[in-house]
């Protein structure tokens, strides 16, 4: 059977699964703080703060404005990523910086006249999460080749009573088309293995990658609070969530001994040529998630007429988010004899290349304790969700096994957290310096899993430090600054099967700084 024959019976498949458990945990997740001064406490604010930050971390906090006013802020964002490449003995460490300027914020609040007690409304804009990220690594293998990994399972493929071969799985279709794996049809009835791979095995390669994650995900909220006794403010809000993610990710391998040899692997075309021994191969992905979703806010705040303390509760509503995704591969092989096959599945019929789906996230319950003495101003915030709330579902209808799977993974392996947050600041004369300290848990059991379950040896617990200042410019004008740097450990899986894959080790270093202004009106 021919190669084009041979297509001709494969059914319409999907390409890479795009969706991934942590695909949910990266859409949901959101960096500490929004706006200049909120950064500068580590987003401590559960217990109610006069700042626009409150529509995100409480919106009683409103209710303690004495005035209207406008604010807006620039924020520069830096990621840098140190990737240690492990796969056996062998090892290569590389830096990677990608740097960002987007709006951070931007909010207009109106204190309301009222005869007694206080009434706040506000509108914003705050930008709660960015992705943008760069990943580079190289070295050196004879353990194990990404073309082995294309090798089909029995249920990828199908052979009917002629002898007629279908592929059922994309990356399969896609390796097969690109050159990467080799049918032999004259093993069909025996116990040999009907398809093999480029590279040999046991045979030194070299790999490198480069990963490129871009876009942000933004809200705009409207919210606001009332006084309902004296020193006890009640706020709520409604927020709309966007955002993109684009992701760009290239992996190569290189014969760099040339011990693939011509007769190692050969591929008969249509016309009868063969192309023979493997040279290098490309994988490219490329993935876009466009999401819209919504959810509520509501708080409590209560500090005593004449007291220091105050504190406060509040609940985020789990988020709907729905998720429409583009994605492709493709895949191109060189050959010792100077041929090559190259495959996007974007340029064929029978892979389809979009989906929609949903994501419903945790619900989020926060509360923080607040002191205030003279200049001094400190606030204490802790934060719990339980990650393995989380779920997909299916916008089409039904519940298909993909996402059945996936959920249960959600569930297995994502497990509750709790989040504190500790800010203070020190005011002197027209001059207010503020701090902050943040500690995240990573939501994986066992200290990580894969999304297949396997287990993993790195933490992704997240420390976020910071400092900012205000400055009065006068005429009730504000200058806001604030800086946070966080530190987290990853890891990347270039193949399907993470027990044959090469290990990235990454080192994420990610680093903003927001100019703000605010004027009183």
């Keep these: 059977m021919t190669r084009l024959l041979l297509l001709a019976a494969a059914f319409v498949v999907p390409s890479l699964s795009a969706q991934t458990v942590s695909d949910a945990f990266r859409y949901s997740q959101r ?12 987003g401590a604010g559960a217990s109610g703060i006069d700042d626009i930050s409150a529509l995100v971390s409480n919106p009683a906090g409103l209710g303690f404005y004495t005035g209207s006013e406008v604010t807006g802020s620039l924020a520069f964002g830096s990621v840098n990523v140190d990737a240690n490449y492990l796969i056996g003995d062998a090892g290569f460490s590389r830096d990677e910086t990608a ?10 609040v109106s204190r309301a006249p009222t005869v007694r007690g206080s009434l706040v409304f506000a509108a914003a804009y705050n930008q709660t999460a960015s992705f943008d990220r760069t990943l580079a690594f190289r070295g050196e293998t004879n353990q194990s080749s990404i073309s082995a990994s294309f090798l089909p399972f029995d249920d990828e493929i199908s052979i009917d009573s002629d002898g007629n071969l279908s592929i059922l799985s994309g990356p399969v279709f896609t390796a097969f088309r690109g050159g990467l794996i080799e049918y032999l049809p004259e093993n069909i009835g025996t116990d040999q293995a009907l398809f093999y791979e480029a590279v040999v095995p046991g045979s030194t390669i070299e790999q490198r990658s480069e990963v490129r994650e871009r876009g942000a995900m933004h809200e705009i909220s409207f919210g606001g609070a009332v006084e309902v006794a004296p020193g006890i403010m009640v706020g709520a809000g409604a927020n709309l969530t966007v955002g993109r993610y684009e992701l760009e990710r290239r992996f190569e391998e290189r014969d760099i001994n040339d011990e693939n040899r011509p007769d190692d692997y050969i591929v008969l075309l249509d016309d009868g040529s063969e192309l023979r021994g493997f040279d290098r191969s490309t994988f490219d992905v490329g993935l876009t998630s466009d999401m819209l979703g919504i959810n509520g806010r509501f708080g409590v705040a209560i500090q005593p007429e004449g007291s220091p303390i105050r504190f406060g509760l509040s609940a985020e509503t789990p988020t709907y988010v729905s998720v429409n995704e583009d994605f492709f591969t493709r895949v191109s092989t060189e050959f010792d004899n100077g041929g090559s096959l190259e495959f996007d599945d974007r340029d064929d019929n029978f892979v389809l290349n979009e989906t929609e789906y949903a994501l419903v996230t945790p619900w989020r319950l926060s509360g923080g304790v607040a002191y205030a003495m003279g200049p001094a101003y400190v606030s204490v915030d802790l934060e719990t969700l339980d990650w393995g709330d989380m779920y997909f579902d299916d916008v089409n209808g039904g519940a298909s096994q993909e996402f059945r799977a996936l959920n249960d993974d959600l569930e297995d392996n ?5 989040n504190v947050r500790v800010g203070g600041e020190f005011t002197y004369d027209r001059v207010t310096l503020r701090a902050g300290i943040a500690f995240e848990q990573d939501p994986l059991d066992d200290g990580g899993v894969f999304d297949d379950g396997d287990e993993a040896s790195f933490d992704r617990d997240r420390t976020t430090g910071s400092f900012g200042a205000s400055i009065g410019l006068g005429n009730r004008t504000m200058l806001d600054l604030g800086y946070s740097y966080t530190q987290f450990d990853d890891a990347n899986i270039p193949y399907f099967d993470p027990a044959a894959s090469p290990f990235v080790e990454e080192d994420v270093q990610r680093s903003r700084f927001l100019v703000g202004v605010r004027i009183g009106i």
Excluded: K
């Design 414 to 418: 994502y497990g509750r957290v709790y």
């Design 31 to 42: 960096d500490i703080g929004t706006g200049a001064r909120a950064i500068g406490l580590a």
């Design 99 to 108: 740097g960002t300027v987007r709006i951070g914020n931007a909010a207009f």
